[in-house]
């Protein structure tokens, strides 16, 4: 936008230019420049302070080349991301004339994301998969793992070469004193490095340009007993994965097919390891991605399909409605970090309210994430000539939507119910913990729930 301003300014007269650009009153400038919602960053280093005093932050800085029409704009310069070019500007930027003072205040907030932090033991293991500056938060994971536990802390590090491999000697530090185990893939680089657990070394080795995802394979063992619980025969460890929805695409496909060569019979017996482990908590994500820009031409998705994609029968597919979109989130499902139920419950129905209640419209990185599962655009409502006939359709959308949600929710709860039927009963005798579990979903099978469910029907 600054580009094609910068254009306009040399072919439109002075007088046009200032009235449509009225520097008195900027309301034109929220109608042309879409608010920037807050950037998130990763704190690089450990702090024994609740509010630190000072922080690290490892920053990618993102680099696109500017459009040809607009090469006689600043053309040595590419276009750089607003938030990573103002934390990590480029070399040469600054041999351009600005006002930016040095000194300037910058407005900053610290969160604590509840579903990527460490585990509560300190001598469980862990293990970090990142992809280039994904390794931003580890860098204070294990930082505040030598300094209070003795549980073992490996780390798999994908980037394109050496040269850009960040904190490479506070690494092989870390693994000659024996507190790290470092798993490392070059994709456009033969400089290799091989970790040598005897020799607590990072030994160099001419090798062919490797994603993560092989690295994860040749560990294969070592990688499915941490995905796997102890009740499974596993080491019941805490697995972390940060960086992009290539990245973590590529980390998983390395995950199933070391569960699948090493430990599964099948590819579903894989999965369901690995569903495990999201279900106890043991397997925590930090993704981020660009939100790709969605097509007019993408389908239209009427609101009675979105319903009867509610996920609930074996084999079928679960969609969600969020702010006009409809997304199929039925591979995310096991993964998502509040559990299954809380997506499950929006199953077939538009969510949006729910989304902004959670907060998630102010996160680029759910929304980005969310944009990987669309499929298309949710249909509005129709626009109808006559009052009555937009009251039916009213109507018959909240049926549907009342109809949705007592389906999927008495599915749901009463399947997770039964799943756990064993709790009813202990040593032959009744046993309180399933009341317990019964109420801990505020079921509704309470409310005439029980007929609806089980075929019984009910005495009048």
């Given amino acids: 936008m600054g ?23 900027l309301t034109w400038l929220t109608k042309i420049i879409r608010l920037e919602v807050p950037r998130t960053y990763s704190i690089s280093n450990a702090s024994e302070e609740l509010l630190p005093s000072l922080i690290d ?8 080349a500017r459009n040809p029409i607009f090469r006689d704009v600043q053309p040595a310069l590419p276009l750089y991301g607003v ?4 934390l990590n500007p480029a070399p040469g930027v600054l041999e351009y004339p600005n006002d930016t003072s040095d000194d300037n205040a910058v407005l900053i907030g610290v969160s604590r994301p509840i579903q990527f932090q460490l585990p509560p033991s300190t001598t469980v293991p862990v293990a970090m998969f990142a992809g280039g500056s994904g390794i931003a938060p580890f860098r204070g994971f294990w930082q505040k793992r030598v300094q209070s536990g003795i549980g073992r802390n490996i780390l798999f590090m994908g980037v394109q070469s050496r040269d850009k491999f960040v904190h490479e000697s506070e690494l092989r530090g870390l693994v000659q ?19 040598d657990p005897m020799m607590r070394e990072l030994l160099e080795q001419d090798m062919e340009p490797r994603y993560i995802d092989t690295t994860i394979i040749d560990q294969g063992r070592l990688v499915s007993e941490l995905v796997m619980s102890k009740t499974q025969g596993g080491l019941g460890g805490y697995l972390y994965i940060c960086g992009s929805v290539s ?10 097919q070391a569960i699948y060569k090493c430990q599964a019979s099948t590819q579903s017996t894989a999965d369901s390891l690995l569903a495990t482990a999201f279900a106890e908590r043991r397997f925590m994500l930090d993704i981020f991605m660009t939100p790709r820009s969605m097509s007019k031409s993408d389908p239209i998705i009427p609101v009675s399909k979105l319903a009867a994609h509610t996920g609930h029968r074996k084999g079928s597919r679960m969609w969600i409605g969020v702010h006009g979109g409809v997304y199929d989130v039925t591979e995310f499902l096991p993964m ?45 409502k129709p626009e109808f000539r006559s009052t009555e006939i937009s009251n039916l359709y009213d109507m018959w959308s909240r049926y549907l939507r009342l109809s949705v949600e007592n389906l999927t ?4 709860e009463a399947n997770n119910i039964l799943e756990d039927s064993k709790i009813w009963f202990s040593g032959g005798l009744f046993n309180i913990g399933g009341v317990r579990k019964f109420y801990q979903f505020q ?15 009910e005495t009048r």
């Avoid at 301003?5 to 009153?25: C, G, H, K, M, Y």
């Avoid at 990245?247 to 199933?256: A, C, D, N, P, Q």
Wanted: hydrophobic share 40%; aromatic share 10%.
């Fill in 3 to 25: 580009d094609l301003l910068q254009t306009a300014i040399a072919e439109v007269p002075q007088d046009v230019w200032d009235r449509t650009f009225d520097l008195s009153n």
């Fill in 57 to 64: 932050l490892t920053v990618s800085r993102t680099e696109s």
């Fill in 83 to 86: 938030s990573s070019g103002f």
């Fill in 177 to 195: 004193d024996g507190s790290l185990e470092l798993h490392t893939a070059f994709s456009r680089d033969r400089r290799g490095l091989v970790y």
């Fill in 247 to 256: 990245v973590y695409e590529t980390v998983m496909s390395g995950i199933k």
């Fill in 336 to 380: 998502h970090p509040g559990g299954t139920l809380i997506v499950a419950a929006s199953a077939g129905l538009d969510a949006s309210k729910t989304f902004h209640e959670l907060a998630h419209d102010t996160n680029p990185e759910v929304s980005s994430l969310l944009s990987k599962y669309f499929i298309g655009h949710l249909a509005p």
């Fill in 409 to 412: 929710t008495l599915y749901f």
């Fill in 443 to 457: 079921s509704r099978l309470m409310q005439n729930g029980f007929s609806t469910l089980f075929g019984v029907s």
